[in-house]
């Protein structure tokens, strides 16, 4: 299995027979990293809720505008917006190689609501949980949220190891500039090295296979 991060929280997951989006927001959007000529295919769009760090209009249209019966799977909340805009095929349901959980968003309390979430296992091997700390169960390849106004690094690390995954893909670190992410991929992944746990020192629109 490949997989791509493309700034953020999107990861693009490709398999011999699939291929799926995760949580295509703007940053990952406005990078320019990302261009739908490489894809061959996409079976899936999953979209953890509908915060435009994770669910951009635009990113999701040009996706649609190639794949157009691409079915994008999501919480109730953010698939009544994007029914609103005209998306059909929106399911909120668990189906094929998507494995929705349930786990709450963190708070973001006092500076604003906090939205529905959905976790995700896809294809039985890789674990996106939107922006939760609070889950109990990972499968092999853990998409780790490292930063954001609701968490931080130490919330992040702890909770890797308590469910002890085999390889951890950091993700949700837009917030932080080159050098301190570059400082801090190279402490963790030191740090995870020790509990036999595979950090992956990601690079924007480079894949690497797990």
């Known amino acids: 299995m490949k997989i791509t991060k493309y700034v953020h929280s999107c990861l693009l997951i490709e398999d011999a027979d699939y291929t799926a989006i995760i ?5 990952s959007w406005d990078s320019g990293l990302f261009n739908t000529e490489i894809l061959a295919r996409l079976d899936d769009i999953i979209i953890t809720h509908e915060h435009p760090d994770h669910m951009a209009l635009p990113f999701i249209q040009a996706l649609r505008a190639k794949f157009p019966n691409v079915e994008i799977t999501t919480t109730p909340a953010a698939a009544a917006i994007l029914t609103q805009q005209g998306l059909e095929n929106v399911t909120t349901m668990s189906h094929g190689k998507v494995e929705l959980f349930a786990t709450a968003h963190e708070s973001n309390a006092p500076l604003g609501e906090t939205p529905q979430n959905t976790g995700v296992h896809l294809a039985g091997i890789v674990t996106h949980p939107g922006d939760s700390h609070h889950f109990t169960e990972t499968k092999a390849v853990l998409a780790l949220p490292v930063t954001g106004p609701w968490g931080s690094v130490m919330a992040a690390a ?4 308590d469910l002890k995954p085999r390889v951890i893909v950091p993700i949700h ?10 400082q801090l991929y190279e402490r963790l992944a030191a740090f995870f090295a020790e509990h036999d746990i595979t950090f992956v020192k990601t690079q924007d629109g480079v894949g690497f296979e797990v």
Do not use: K, T, V, Y
Request: aromatic share 16%; proline share 5%; glycine share 6%.
């Open 158 to 161: 702890q909770l890797a190891l």
């Open 173 to 182: 670190d837009w917030h932080w500039n080159d050098s301190a992410r570059q």
């Open 23 to 27: 949580d295509p927001g703007i940053f």
